[in-house]
């Protein structure tokens, strides 16, 4: 069965450090996802990404982050200057429908610690 | 805000029981309500979902009832088995969205056998 894969599944960095995490999406899915789950805390929304630009980003996507699809498999979440509270599980995820429905296909999470 | 609200932080249930998992929204604008399972050191899998026009969807063991009027879902799971023990996540896209997809703060299941 296909799957979403992300790697690192889990990197710890220095405050400040640049990080980037990569998922690779189900090859016929045409949306894609990056969510969040801090320790303790609800699954948050980051941002949607389709055509090769974002469709959709929430309060927390700030200047700080950004994502790219580099070639036609990889999908990748950067965070430029990671600061303590970035600390989280991050999860990728794809979608083949429109409209969006809520029916997500996700990775298995990169644990991000910042120290 | 919390959109999406799933008030138990765990259930616990006897193998071959019902088990009753429970979720309350505030936004009446929801089109879709879904529920996700997630096992530890992986990602959410969906489960279900149903249509707000609907009041009922079942899929094998595995029903949710929507009562609209009482923003209120639930997830049933009969007979319940062991492999079931997992998080249960409550979701619903917010709607026009292009992702984002709003999440309760889960239930953990215990099936015993």
């Known amino acids: 069965e296909p799957e979403v894969t992300q790697t690192p599944s889990h990197q710890v960095t220095q405050m400040g450090q640049e990080v980037i995490l990569r998922c690779v999406p189900i090859s016929n899915h045409l949306y894609f996802y990056w969510y969040r789950q801090i320790l303790g805390q609800k699954v948050e929304f980051l941002v949607s990404f389709y055509n090769n630009e974002i469709s959709e980003k929430s309060e927390i996507f700030d200047d700080q982050f950004s994502v790219e699809r580099p070639d036609g498999s990889n999908f990748t979440l950067k965070i430029r200057s990671t600061k303590l509270e970035d600390s989280a599980m991050y999860f990728c995820a794809s979608s083949s429908q429109t409209p969006f429905t809520g029916e997500l296909f996700f990775g298995e999470g990169s644990r991000l610690t910042v120290l | 805000d919390q959109q999406v609200k799933q008030n138990s932080p765990s259930l616990s249930v006897q193998e071959g029981r019902i088990s009753i998992l429970n979720c309350d929204y505030t936004n009446s604008m929801f089109d879709y309500f879904l529920w996700y399972k997630k096992y530890p050191a992986e990602g959410p899998t969906f489960l279900i979902s149903?249509?707000?026009?609907?009041d009922k969807n079942e899929d094998g063991r595995f029903t949710v009832f929507l009562n609209k009027s009482a923003k209120h879902l639930s997830l049933h799971i009969v007979p319940s088995q062991p492999g079931d023990s997992a998080v249960y996540f409550c979701?619903?896209?917010?709607?026009?969205?292009?992702?984002?997809?709003?999440f309760g703060k889960g239930t953990k299941l215990s099936v015993k056998p």
């Open positions: 149903i249509s707000s026009i609907k």
């Open positions: 979701a619903a896209p917010n709607r026009g969205s292009q992702g984002n997809l709003i």
